[in-house]
């Protein structure tokens, strides 16, 4: 029986250690490929599939291949594309297994967070149907860290280190100058609906930061926020605040709302750190400064946690071990055994329990207050911001990233429009 050849693809916001699982993977692949084939990836994910743009990753060296676990971003291209239901339209998802079928792709290996996870589910179940099986594995994506059942996902833990230092070292400036000039810096940070990363910039309390946090999961209370802040100033001398991009009114209406949308339907949010800083300056009339995090806290490779690197690696390598064993729609999962020592192992965890389902912030992780994290929160967090995984510098002080041939093999099909 000839053996099969593997798809992988990489799926909607990039992080610092993405390319990290995708190093699992083909690295994987490559010592099993007795089992394995080529592995091709999908150029801009898995609309790379549909428009049949595979990317044949033994075109790359192993030392290529090795550099991926130091570089940030998607080095095959990500999207935001999200397939709709079968129901609505079974053809994407058929010409995906047409694709498939073409190429002799037995394993579908996507890199994603819930929506890929979605993907992954119906491909499963559909291929099935249409009598070419494929063993569908998702490995797990997100710097929101909202993806149920695993104890964390790839991604939180270096945007979390990012984001703590960040905010910690911004704190420093606003110390120094507080007397005479700044009494407020505010940081906005990723978190649509989970305040994850919110969450690790209130670290920044345990040095002696006067800080108070905004989450997704807490209505904005505008009087008690400005209570809050206005009590801090007048003990510390400033204060930092850190909200996340989902902070809402009771209405739900965000504050960072554009009135836009992205490709996924998500309403496209951006500008909650100068709606708040202005709020604070109306009220109560302190000079701010303000930022936005942005693409900064997802890029920072510089700055990446080495569990989280390990971690990545690890669920990619599982991804692929656990296809080789005869599972299918299931995902690989982070165990907490201990978090004094940090120990973990690697779970799994079947995809129908883990598509469109969230993880928000446990309550007994947010103070009573709902601006603060509590000891509970700090326990889970300091594991997954701890060690340093700097990648090599040349000569010129910059970091040495690895760019991809990404050369695409010969089409077999039909175009298709998306």
């Not at 209370?221 to 100033?233: H, M």
């Amino acid at each position: 029986m000839t053996k099969k050849n593997a798809f992988y693809a990489q799926s909607g916001g990039v992080t610092a250690v993405i390319n990290s699982s995708a190093c699992g993977v083909i690295e994987t692949a490559r010592k099993h490929s007795d089992a394995i084939g080529t592995v091709y990836a999908g150029r801009n994910g898995i609309i790379g599939a549909l428009t049949e743009e595979l990317i044949d990753t033994n075109q790359e060296s192993d030392a290529t291949i090795a550099a991926l676990r130091s570089t940030p971003s998607g080095a095959f291209g990500s999207c935001r594309f999200k397939l709709k239901s079968l129901e609505e339209n079974q053809r994407e998802y058929e010409r995906l297994i047409e694709v498939f079928k073409a190429h002799n792709i037995g394993y579908f290996f996507y890199n994603g967070g819930g929506d890929s996870a979605d993907t992954c589910y119906k491909v499963s179940q559909l291929s099935e149907k249409m009598g070419f099986p494929v063993q569908a594995i998702h490995v797990p994506k997100t710097v929101d860290n909202d993806l149920p059942i695993t104890d964390n996902c790839p991604g939180f833990g270096s945007v979390a280190k990012y984001i703590a230092v960040s905010t910690l070292e911004a704190s420093y400036d606003v110390r120094s100058m507080a007397a005479t000039s700044t009494k407020i810096f505010v940081i906005e940070v990723m978190g649509r609906h989970a305040g994850w990363i919110a969450a690790a910039g209130a670290l920044v309390e345990d040095y002696g930061i006067p800080v108070v946090t905004l989450f997704p999961e807490i209505e904005f209370d505008q009087d008690k926020f400005l209570a809050s802040v206005d009590e801090k100033v007048k003990e510390h001398g400033y204060c930092t605040i850190v909200v996340s991009e989902g902070c809402h009114w009771p209405d739900g209406k965000f504050l960072a709302e554009q009135g836009t949308r992205d490709s996924f339907g998500h309403a496209q949010l951006g500008g909650a750190a100068p709606v708040v800083a202005n709020i604070i300056k109306d009220a109560l009339g302190y000079k701010y400064h303000w930022a936005v995090a942005d693409y900064l806290q997802r890029a920072a490779r510089h700055l990446a946690s080495a569990s989280d690197v390990e971690q990545a690696y690890a669920l990619g390598k599982a991804a692929v071990e656990k296809a080789l064993e005869g599972k299918n729609s299931i995902m690989p999962t982070v165990v907490r055994d201990s978090s004094r020592p940090y120990q973990w192992h690697i779970g799994e965890a079947p995809l129908s329990e883990v598509a469109n389902v969230e993880k928000m912030m446990p309550m007994d992780f947010i103070t009573e207050d709902g601006f603060g994290i509590t000891d509970k929160c700090k326990e889970y967090l300091y594991p997954l911001i701890k060690g340093e995984a700097y990648p090599t510098y040349d000569d010129n002080g910059m970091p040495e990233y690895v760019t991809l041939k990404n050369t695409v093999i010969e089409k077999k099909l039909p175009p298709f429009e998306l």
